[in-house]
């Protein structure tokens, strides 16, 4: 039988364990004071998640916020808990459907004819291994809206990016590219569809999406860069089976806690890559907490960018009508 002294030092030993686990998991910090006085700020998807985080840090710095999300009742709520939450009142909502290629040409379009500049745009937005569906012009729904959405946005807003650069496009992406592969016959994995493998693949565009911006806009000040944010406990995974039992959701609570990131912490690399002084003029790289990191192989492979490239400008009819 332990003794007390003994069952203690093993409760002070497990406790430090799990504390250093803890802090190891939570990432960096993005430690920069800069200020976005007088700069405006896109972010998708900023209305949960990552996406509201980052909005609330550079709110707090002075920028306006552009809140790009489909649903209006839930980003004009977002739009107000940011500003009470920043004490900024230059954050609005904007309506954008990353599945409607519309939906993004009348976000562009509206923002282009009524806003004086863009400084900072924030490709955060995402859907993750959510059952087989398509977007509303028919292309499975996480290639279309993690790649294809964001590519057609990020196209339409270049004349603007370059117009005010110095400035930075961040697509915020996912250590799952790793396990990505881009099959050049079948993007839209209708064959053999996998939730996992596509949204593997999804990733692996982003990178290869910030890859081929970066080359093509050598020259211009604007710069591009991808990340991985770590493992963050938000929404984006509804479609898991275990989000969606109660039960099971609350037994796996603690794992959550000691193996994920919060939203907050999840934004710190976000935040970086958008305005930290260390890496103006830095582009093509990827990061990971706070720091330059290495992509996959293929997120490194020049012909699958241009390729890529080629085949989005044709899915998205940019090739034909700019």
Not at 15 to 37: E, M, T
Not at 268 to 280: K, L, P, R, V, W
Request: net charge positive.
């Amino acid at each position: 039988m332990p003794s007390t002294p003994e069952i203690a030092a093993v409760v002070g030993i497990t406790a430090i364990s799990f504390g250093l686990l803890r802090y190891f998991v939570q990432g960096g910090i993005c430690r920069s004071k800069a200020r976005l006085d007088n700069k405006t700020v896109i972010i998708t998807g900023a209305n949960t998640g990552i996406g509201k985080e980052t909005a609330i840090d550079l709110a707090k710095r002075g920028a306006r916020i552009i809140v790009a999300c489909r649903n209006e009742s839930k980003g004009t709520t977002a739009a107000k808990e940011i500003i009470q939450l920043s004490g900024n009142t230059q954050v609005v909502f904007r309506k954008l459907d990353l599945a409607s290629f519309q939906s993004i040409r009348h976000f562009a379009n509206h923002f282009n004819e009524n806003e004086d500049r863009l400084d900072i745009l924030i490709n955060n937005a995402g859907v993750l291994w959510c059952p087989y569906m398509e977007t509303e012009d028919g292309f499975e729904m996480q290639f279309g809206t993690n790649h294809l959405g964001h590519f057609l946005l990020t196209n339409l807003l270049l004349d603007k990016l370059k117009a005010c650069a110095p400035t930075r496009i961040v697509v915020v992406s996912s250590q799952a590219h790793f396990h990505g592969k881009m099959n050049f016959d079948d993007l839209n994995g209708k064959k053999n569809y996998n939730s996992y493998t596509a949204y593997f693949h999804s990733k692996l565009a982003n990178v290869l999406f910030a890859h081929e911006l970066a080359r093509r806009l050598q020259g211009t000040g604007v710069t591009a860069n991808s990340l991985h944010p770590g493992a963050v406990k938000t929404d984006i995974a509804r479609h898991l089976s275990i989000y969606q039992n109660s039960f099971l959701n609350i037994l796996v609570q603690p794992l959550y806690w000691l193996f994920m990131k919060t939203a907050k912490q999840g934004a710190q690399t976000s935040i970086y890559c958008a305005i930290d002084e260390s890496i103006d003029g830095v582009t093509g790289k990827y990061f990971a907490d706070c720091r330059e990191a290495k992509c996959a192989p293929q997120g490194r492979d020049d012909g699958a960018a241009k390729k890529l490239w080629e085949l989005s400008e044709e899915m998205t009819g940019l090739c034909k009508n700019h």
